[in-house]
């Protein structure tokens, strides 16, 4: 397991988790994003419109480990739509939920990112899971939401869309799989 919570310039204990192996697994990119207090509805859930907010921190923390730093987040992408598909609810726990990304599509000037979240298989065991816990390896998760996000490369300078560098695409196809299929 690799925990970057101590890393220089990374996020402080408690903070995103990730698992060298996670690139051979079900998919080719899984961490663990931690819940907030502030995530929970007044059912005890966490709300629907949070789950956005969990998969862009799944969405950075992947942009800032794909690219070893050098995002293209700092020069230029912007989300263009989101579609998700709520399976069942997760209750508020303790525990980190599991974020499966994956690369779905990619074009001259844009790209999706798929997403698979599940609760972490530990949350529901009578001892508290660490918010380092490691990232589950196994491939059979519950999984409680599937989701795209399209995103689309813009040149902040220049106020318009751009194209791909060679770089981003590179490091982007290395990370291409089917997109996510939804019921409807």
Do not use: C
């Given at each position: 397991m690799t925990t970057h919570s101590n890393a220089p310039g990374r996020p402080t204990a408690g903070n995103l988790t990730t698992h060298a192996s996670t690139t051979a697994g079900p998919?080719?990119?899984?961490?663990?994003?931690?819940?907030?207090?502030?995530?929970?509805?007044?059912?005890?859930?966490?709300?629907?419109?949070?789950?956005?907010?969990?998969?862009?921190?799944?969405?950075?923390?992947?942009?800032?480990?794909?690219?070893?730093?050098?995002?293209?987040?700092?020069?230029?992408?912007?989300?263009?739509?989101?579609?998700?598909?709520?399976?069942?609810?997760?209750?508020?726990?303790?525990?980190?939920?599991?974020?499966?990304?994956?690369?779905?599509?990619?074009?001259?000037?844009?790209?999706?990112?798929?997403?698979?979240?599940?609760?972490?298989?530990?949350?529901?065991?009578e001892v508290p899971v660490s918010l380092d816990a490691p990232v589950p390896t196994d491939a059979d998760l519950t999984v409680a939401l599937r989701a795209s996000t399209a995103i689309v490369t813009y040149d902040f300078e220049a106020a318009r869309p751009r194209r791909l560098t060679a770089t981003e695409r590179e490091v982007l196809e290395r990370f291409v799989a089917e997109p996510v299929a939804f019921r409807r």
């Open positions: 998919r080719p990119y899984r961490l663990n994003v931690p819940l907030r207090w502030s995530d929970m509805d007044a059912y005890g859930h966490v709300n629907n419109v949070t789950f956005l907010q969990l998969l862009e921190d799944a969405r950075v923390q992947g942009m800032h480990e794909w690219f070893e730093g050098s995002s293209p987040l700092s020069t230029g992408l912007l989300v263009a739509s989101h579609k998700v598909e709520y399976l069942r609810p997760v209750e508020f726990r303790y525990a980190p939920v599991v974020v499966d990304m994956w690369i779905g599509s990619l074009s001259g000037g844009s790209f999706s990112v798929e997403y698979e979240l599940s609760e972490h298989p530990l949350a529901g065991g």
